[in-house]
């Protein structure tokens, strides 16, 4: 089936014995055309079947996400190069995922105690260095200053009373009975400062506090012999561990993506089964989902039974169902930007019209409208090149939110690019200057003589001009009042051309679903309360454009909202409410009484019941929603129609921002007979014209074409009361962060 509508769907119901279970769900999880139903919902995970294999599979998650981290951290790079191995089963992957991480555990662990021993000793080399040298530096002030102090204040009886703590130590034969005289060591670089000041309270400033970076390469043969040689032993250990560890990490990254894959897939089979039920014998278990009747289901649940050897086969039994179906449109590269669009708004309802086929022309057009410039259009074009052309390459990288963003959008960009260009050879603007491509103006100088031939003394003297807007209107007098007029009325006629399309999408729903109803008080008061106020109005711009009429249509806008057409709102409000409760109640004569449940039969819980059930009718409900629908149409058809007005404001705005920027900026600086004015002029439009016409322009004319399809267009027809079909897919498997 096209775009148009969404797929037809049928409710299926599985009885899959028990041998055949896992291949026959892995199977359908490559073919990905089937959306199961929980049947277990009212279970918590932890009281389903198969619990113990999915935390079997999580464990092995676990080990492999911490095998890529220790591959990261060893700077290996994995190995994107298939890797001839034959195919494993579960049980062997877990014992060799264990074997590998009790290896690298153990690996690190001797890792980390070798390289402890390797600071410690390293640490005490630079201890034993550092320290002698301070003790040679200070040998000869020691033996002055000790002989000063044996002459001037040892000899003094009182020195023991009133001596600080370092003098005492430093006076010969008083020295404490630990004969400590000093304390060396090793401590990070950046707490020195507060070591010295704890130091020096502690000490109550007795103290001498020395200091000297630590360097790893010393070279001291006297007093670090032994440690030197133990250090030589623990690096060649160390790098040998390394090179160990590296090759085992190498190993394993040549089958890292495979064997993730294979447990995702094994994660996703056995959460799937948990979704189903046994049977009563045990033997068998019961399943229940959607899937699009094009889908060769059956096939593959053959192929599954032939495959697992099962004597008894799959039965594909098709079932009705109460609820609506899901919703599932084909799309493919190129359609997919465009229905993820219109789903941000709401899922289309099962088989209703899918706006996405008209947003794919439309919503790269009205953008267009707005941001219409051939020189802009043409930035764009070249960067939605590079993204088509790096498309196989791009699709395989991890790319930033903003640049994923816009590679998955990059044929939205193709397309607004190109309209973009059209608009703005329309418009005549390339980067705000016009060009006379398509001939000569139409306009020329009334005298040979006309010196201000921008501004005054121009008549026509040819031919209109043959596409778009004649360039001498640029720089007129009159451009802006031309341009506003031109750009107006055009966004007015757009805007009533998309309504319209709008309400006959809504006919062609209500014609599919075989609602007359809706046809009758609906689309036919719609389209002649529309078309009788702005489709008017759109017919006098057109008459006005070609006979050239000197008319004032405010004015009869004015006189025809003074006498509008009061009948069509009651033709909107007060015939459907009351219809539908007529019908309803003839089609449920005689059903007022409900069935009464038994144990052999109960239509709640047999869901492949297709009796019809009885449903109390709520006409002030069906009242109210009519008078709302209808107040909002009347009300919306003028506010949607002015809002189409943001066409014309925006692409003046963007017009007159590209004027600015060329004649203020650029013009300005060529004027100077100045390279280096003239490069920061070039490089200041540049700049101007990247990050403000280019990026934020582009964004906001994208939000307000984004506006004008959900608000203005897809009011009109659109409910968006449906929800995607998420069918059971090898291919749309994320990984688990947990």
Not at 444 to 462: M, N, P
Not at 480 to 495: A, E, R, V
Not at 559 to 579: E, H
């Amino acid at each position: 089936m096209d775009l148009m509508r969404s797929e037809k769907m049928t409710f299926v119901q599985l009885i899959i014995p028990v041998e055949s279970a896992h291949r026959a769900v892995s199977y359908l999880g490559e073919l990905g055309l089937l959306q199961f139903r929980d049947m277990n919902s009212d279970k918590s995970p932890f009281q389903r079947t198969f619990v113990n294999q999915v935390k079997r599979c999580a464990e092995m998650s676990r080990k492999l996400r911490f095998f890529k981290e220790q591959i990261s951290k060893a700077g290996l790079i994995s190995s994107a190069r298939p890797v001839m191995q034959p195919d494993l089963e579960l049980e062997e992957l877990e014992i060799q995922l264990a074997e590998h991480e009790h290896e690298l555990i153990e690996m690190n662990s001797n890792s980390e105690k070798l390289r402890h021993s390797y600071n410690e000793l390293l640490e005490f080399k630079m201890v034993l260095q550092k320290a002698g040298g301070f003790l040679v530096s200070n040998k000869s002030h020691s033996v002055t200053e000790e002989r000063e102090l044996d002459e001037n204040i040892y000899s003094n009886d009182s020195y023991v009373e009133t001596a600080s703590l370092l003098e005492q130590e430093m006076r010969p034969g008083r020295s404490d009975p630990s004969g400590l005289r000093f304390i060396s060591g090793i401590i990070c670089k950046s707490k020195v400062l507060r070591f010295e000041r704890m130091l020096f309270r502690a000490t109550r400033g007795n103290m001498l506090f020395n200091q000297a970076p630590a360097d790893e390469w010393i070279m001291d043969p006297l007093s670090t012999e032994m440690v030197s040689s133990r250090l030589a032993d623990l690096e060649t250990t160390l790098d040998a561990g390394i090179r160990h560890r590296n090759k085992a990490l190498t190993s394993i990254s040549f089958h890292l993506a495979k064997w993730t894959k294979m447990v995702r897939k094994e994660k996703a089979v056995y959460d799937t089964l948990n979704m189903l039920n046994f049977d009563v014998t045990k033997k068998c278990l019961v399943g229940e989902g959607w899937c699009p009747i094009f889908a060769k289901t059956q096939e593959v649940l053959h192929r599954a039974t032939f495959d697992s050897s099962s004597q008894v086969g799959i039965i594909f039994h098709e079932m009705e169902a109460v609820e609506s179906p899901p919703t599932y449109f084909r799309t493919n590269c190129f359609t997919g930007p465009f229905q993820e669009i219109v789903d941000a708004y709401g899922v289309a309802g099962y088989q209703e019209a899918n706006p996405a086929v008209y947003t794919v022309i439309t919503f790269p057009f009205l953008f267009a409208v707005m941001f219409g410039d051939w020189g802009h259009g043409i930035c764009l074009l070249l960067g939605a090149l590079f993204l088509i052309a790096r498309e196989s390459k791009l699709s395989t990288q991890k790319l930033g939110s903003f640049m994923e963003m816009l590679f998955g959008g990059r044929y939205v960009l193709l397309l607004m690019s190109l309209f973009s260009i059209y608009c703005g050879l329309i418009y005549n603007e390339f980067f705000s200057v016009p060009f006379h491509i398509f001939g000569e103006s139409a306009y020329g100088c009334r005298e040979a003589t006309c010196s201000d031939a921008r501004t005054a003394g121009l008549v026509k003297i040819r031919e209109p001009y043959p596409f778009g807007v004649d360039p001498s209107w640029r720089g007129s007098r009159s451009e802006l009042p031309f341009l506003n007029s031109l750009k107006m009325k055009m966004s007015i006629l757009l805007g009533v051309a998309q309504m319209n399309l709008g309400i006959i999408i809504s006919y062609f729903n209500a014609r599919f679903f075989r609602s007359s109803l809706d046809i009758r008080y609906q689309f036919v008061p719609q389209m002649i309360f529309l078309n009788s106020l702005f489709g008017y109005l759109s017919l006098l711009i057109i008459v006005k454009w070609c006979t050239g009429s000197q008319a004032d249509l405010y004015h009869v806008m004015i006189y025809m909202f003074l006498s509008p057409t009061d009948d069509l709102v009651p033709w909107m409000l007060f015939p459907k409410p009351f219809i539908l409760k007529k019908l309803h109640t003839e089609r449920f004569q005689g059903r007022t009484y409900g069935f009464l449940g038994t144990s052999e039969m109960d239509l709640d819980v047999e869901p492949d019941s297709a009796r019809q059930r009885y449903e109390e009718f709520n006409f002030s409900e069906v009242f109210v929603h009519q008078m709302i629908h209808s107040i909002e149409f009347v009300l919306g058809a003028v506010s949607n129609t002015a809002s189409y007005l943001r066409l014309w404001a925006l692409s003046l705005a963007h017009s007159e921002l590209s004027t600015v920027f060329y004649e203020k900026v650029l013009l300005l600086a060529w004027g100077y007979n100045n390279f280096a004015i003239r490069l920061v002029g070039l490089a200041v439009f540049a700049f101007a014209t990247a990050f403000i016409l280019l990026m934020m322009e582009t964004l906001s004319a994208f939000l307000h074409a984004l506006r004008l399809h959900w608000v203005e267009f897809q009011n009109k027809f659109y409910h968006g009361d449906g929800y995607k079909f998420k069918p059971f897919s090898f291919a749309t498997l994320v990984e688990d962060e947990d």
